[in-house]
């Protein structure tokens, strides 16, 4: 599948954990967090154990980079989503998720070398600018005037996790099958997180779980940002690069507010459909650029080779 259609099933399907982490947050964030990567655990057993077993040796052999992923990207992330998601809203962290591919890409050119034409900086702006657009209703000016939280700040870790989390996706996942790293991933992270559910439920009490509706919420957790999502993405920045790929989470905050408008009955103005506008704008510049450059290279490649 064409990378640009996977990374936009991932911003659909992120745009839903938001949402879906918002709708559930009666649960503490841990207690969310542990019970969405059992689901995923479980989900991916079947078909991921094979081939866990079988790169076990390459597991261990590159065992601090996976650790690494495993903490930033399966672990933590989403743990820090759902913690921000207790004391601020579902569009304030949209917002705070557009730093991200800034964060990626600042350092990807550090870490991965990986290069940038002004074409492709622009574009990354203008996605930015757009997002903040679309969440500010055209006032980006008012951004000062916010009442930032602890939430907010809570934020921060989910930017660097997921950061780090692709630049190391990058260099390292090609090693791993998809499968079997999806299943030592949850595992791991299930294993990390039950003692600190445990300490939480010790301090706040245990949550009540028996209602339907959080635990279809927990299953499309488990099921989609969880599993297939983190499938399509790393697929996508193996074909893109953590650079590219990063930028279509500018989408976040216009799939958010269409689900607002869609499942809240949130009203989206003029002004939100300008910055809708722009952002896409700059995904398109962001991306034609690297294909353009992709033939030019290529072309000389087989030039050379003729030659």
Known sequence: MHPYILMIFVVLMYAGNILTGKAIN???PLTIAFFRLLVAFMVIFPIGYKSAREYSGTFMELKKPFLVMTLTGVTFFNTFIYGSLQFTTASKVSILETVIPVVTVILSAIFLKEHLG????????????????????????????????????????AILCWSIY??????????????????????????????????????????????????????????????????????????????????FLNFLP??????????????????????????????????????????HIKNKTKFSTTK
């Open 166 to 247: 692709s630049i190391f996706v990058k260099r390292y996942m090609h090693h791993f099958p998809a499968y079997g790293a999806l299943l030592v991933m949850t595992g791991i992270s299930v294993i990390v997180l039950f003692p600190l559910v445990m300490v939480e439920w010790m301090l706040a009490g245990v949550p009540d779980l028996v209602h339907a509706n959080l635990w279809s919420g927990l299953l499309y957790l488990g099921i989609f940002p969880s599993f297939i999502a983190l499938l399509c993405y790393n697929r996508a920045v193996d074909q893109l690069g953590a650079s590219q790929a990063s930028i």
């Open 26 to 28: 009666e649960l503490p």
């Open 118 to 157: 002004k074409v492709q900086w622009l574009g990354i702006v203008l996605s930015f600018v757009g997002a903040l657009w679309v969440v500010m209703g055209g006032k980006i000016r008012t951004l000062t005037g916010l009442n930032w939280n602890i939430g907010d700040a809570i934020m921060i870790g």
């Open 254 to 295: 216009v799939v958010t507010m269409a689900g607002a408008f869609l499942w809240l009955g949130e009203r989206i103005t003029f002004m939100q459909i300008v910055g809708t506008l722009v952002v896409i704008t700059g995904v398109l510049l962001t991306t034609q650029v690297r294909k353009k450059g992709s033939i």
